[in-house]
């Protein structure tokens, strides 16, 4: 997992390899005047791939990778030896990677699954050797079909998924500081293009070292959905996110309806993120005597018949635990 630095978008230049020559050969043997035509095929070209990596969370191990390039096929020999492939390359990414032809900005495809592996860049196929050739007209053709040429493409390459778990929550609800103390790791993230606001990203160490990660993704606000403040382009990160958690503070005066604009919000934007697992959590409960709280209990329970809700307070360390447990256990009854 990469700590120090959250990259979500590079540029890397790729070429397959070309394929091998065919080869125009007569076979020579001592004592046999005219042998026949044996020139093998050329070797295909390496093919680029992509491949979906889910230990990956960003782009950053490709960073510094400019250029990556497969190897051409080997061309044919006599004998019909066929001339060996070129060297595929593997380039791994985690999921939700996007790749986009940066001269078009067409979006070629998308990796979402482990293992899942694609080309990018196809190896040329390999010529074929003038032993092909041979008919009863021409019986020593001399002739030989070149490699096809290999495929180069400048891709970009994005990343869609941020996190496993998306904080929703107005500005000052606590996210940032909620952050602060579940993640143990907290990966720099890089600069976006025309704004200074940043999602905020961390790692929450689980027991018996598992690990999820969790987003804040700040901008949302009321209107977001319509471009009103930068919700949008935030927003798109939270798409794929497996759960959604909503962040309210205790001391809102309504809580229902201040989720209520929030769920809006999201929906405005795209509906499936309904479809989403959703957990609400009260914060800043420190700040609640426990009669308060029992009051407010009976309210929450009215109001939240299908939503799991929790009280939390970052700063006094209250409901931590249960709030990873109850995420984890989210996360892993999914599908
Ligand atoms: N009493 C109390 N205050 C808290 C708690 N968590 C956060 N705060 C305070 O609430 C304020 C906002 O907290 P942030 O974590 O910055 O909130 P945020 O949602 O990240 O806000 P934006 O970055 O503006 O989106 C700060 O002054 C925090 O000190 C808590 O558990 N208890």
């Known amino acids: 997992m990469t700590e120090g630095n959250f990259v979500d978008y590079v540029k890397i230049y790729v070429s397959s390899g070309k394929g091998g020559k065919g080869s125009t050969h007569l076979h020579r ?103 092909h050739f041979r008919s009863s007209t021409n019986q020593t053709p001399r002739y030989s079909q070149p490699g096809l040429p290999s495929e180069e493409i400048d891709m970009i390459l994005e990343l869609k998924v941020l996190a496993d778990v998306g904080l929703v929550g107005f500005p000052n609800a606590g996210k940032s500081t909620l952050l602060s103390v579940l993640t143990s790791a907290k990966p720099k993230i890089a600069d976006y293009p025309f704004t200074t606001l940043k999602p905020n990203l961390g790692i929450v160490a689980y027991r ?80 609640l005597d426990d009669e308060l709280k029992s009051e407010l209990k009976i309210q929450l329970d009215k109001d939240f018949k299908n939503i799991p809700y929790l009280f939390i307070s970052s700063v006094a360390q209250q409901g931590l635990t249960e709030l990873k447990d109850k995420l984890w256990s989210m996360l892993n009854t999914e599908n």
């Open 29 to 131: 043997e001592k004592f046999i005047e005219k042998g026949g035509p044996d020139g093998g095929d050329g070797g295909r070209g390496g093919h680029v791939y992509l491949v979906g990596n889910k230990s990956l969370w960003t782009l950053f191990h490709l960073k510094f990778a400019r250029h990556v390039k497969a190897g051409h096929g080997g061309d044919g020999g006599g004998d019909r030896s066929t001339g060996a492939d070129g060297e595929d390359k593997f380039i791994e990414v985690p999921l939700g990677t996007v790749v986009r032809d940066k001269e078009s900005n067409e979006i070629l495809f998308e990796i979402t699954e482990h293992g899942e592996k694609k080309i990018v860049a196809q190896g040329g196929k390999g010529g074929l050797g003038n032993w």
């Open 208 to 287: 018996d070292f598992k690990s999820f990660v969790i987003a804040d993704i700040p901008g949302i606000i009321e209107g977001a959905a319509e471009g009103k403040g930068l919700g949008h382009y935030f927003l798109r990160h939270i798409e794929r996110n497996s759960t959604l958690l909503f962040l309210v503070p205790v001391d809102t005066p309504d809580i229902k309806a201040e989720y209520d604009i929030l769920v809006n919000e999201l929906k405005k934007y795209n509906p499936e993120m309904l479809d989403k697992e959703r957990m609400l959590v009260i914060s800043k409960c420190d700040m």
